[in-house]
């Protein structure tokens, strides 16, 4: 009986974390959700949460599956999308959402959308 309820123990902790680490994981998307346009790292996401960083790395991937900057980028490129969408240049766009380099603005919008963003900038003006 004991290794039954070791193995319920375990599952139970596996699928059932503490709220604590849910509070934190979700505090940090909506802190980068909000703010997105500014200079961001994980150092300073670790100062937010109060919390290790490798250890918030991991709390984030675990539950969002993705890295901390991945989600970044990801909220980054789709905010780009809408300011390209609304009539702002590439480049306008790009420091705009918080990217600093247009070159590597760039090359992430084509690998995330798979189009550069002069060539979603002219399909979305036919």
């Known amino acids: 009986m004991k290794r039954y309820q070791k193995e319920l123990q375990r599952i139970k902790e596996n699928c059932y974390s503490n709220q604590w680490q849910i509070d934190t994981v979700i505090g940090l998307r909506n802190y980068i959700s909000n703010n997105f346009s500014e200079k961001l790292n994980l150092n300073l996401f670790s100062r937010v949460r109060l919390v290790s960083k490798y250890h918030l790395l991991r ?9 901390p900057n991945q989600y970044l980028i990801d909220k ?12 702002l240049s590439v480049s306008d766009s790009c420091y705009a959402v918080g990217f600093e380099s247009l070159s590597s603005f760039s090359s992430l919008f084509k690998k995330k959308t798979g189009i550069t963003p002069r060539a979603y900038q002219k399909s979305n003006f036919r």
């Open 59 to 67: 709390l984030f991937k675990r539950y969002y599956g993705q890295t």
């Open 76 to 87: 980054r490129v789709e905010e780009a999308k809408l300011c390209i969408q609304n009539g």
